[in-house]
């Protein structure tokens, strides 16, 4: 909608952007593991199809900065959640680590995004010490986040 700027925060959950631009209609979501699990992804489509009449083909996705793999361990018992989904769970030294960036974009793929719609930032939060917080990093810190948004400019910028 021409004129609306979306806003989540997120520390080390994924803020993943939609856009349609054949109908100019975006999308925002904050996705962490609880929301992947849950289906976020298929919801906000479901929203988008439903309000907007957005065909999930033309959509674009992007997943932005957020923890990587490599520092984004969970304990056992979460695994269960992520069963459809064996590739995103790493084993690794009695450890299980999980690839949110691979869980998201598989969900945007099986919900019907297309392949070449999809794309996601390879900054991990974690790592990125001096840029983002990370929850994972300094859970003891005052909490900071980062603001992710979309927005379109109003429609007499867009004639």
Known sequence: MPGLTLTVTVADCLPIYFFDPQKQVIGLAHAGWRGLSQNIIRAVLDGLQKNFNCQVANLLAYIGPHI?????????????????????????????????????????????????????????????????FSWRRDPAAKIQAMIAYIGLPPKSHLS
Not at 79 to 88: D, L, T
């Open 68 to 132: 990587k793999k490599c520092h984004f361990e969970i304990k056992a018992d979460r695994g269960r959640y992520f069963q459809a989904y064996p590739e995103c769970l790493i084993k690794k030294d009695r450890r299980i680590f999980l690839d949110l960036t691979g869980l998201a974009e598989a969900q945007l793929k099986t919900a019907g995004l297309l392949k070449n719609n999809i794309a996601s930032s390879n900054v991990c939060t974690f790592e990125a010490v001096n840029k983002y």
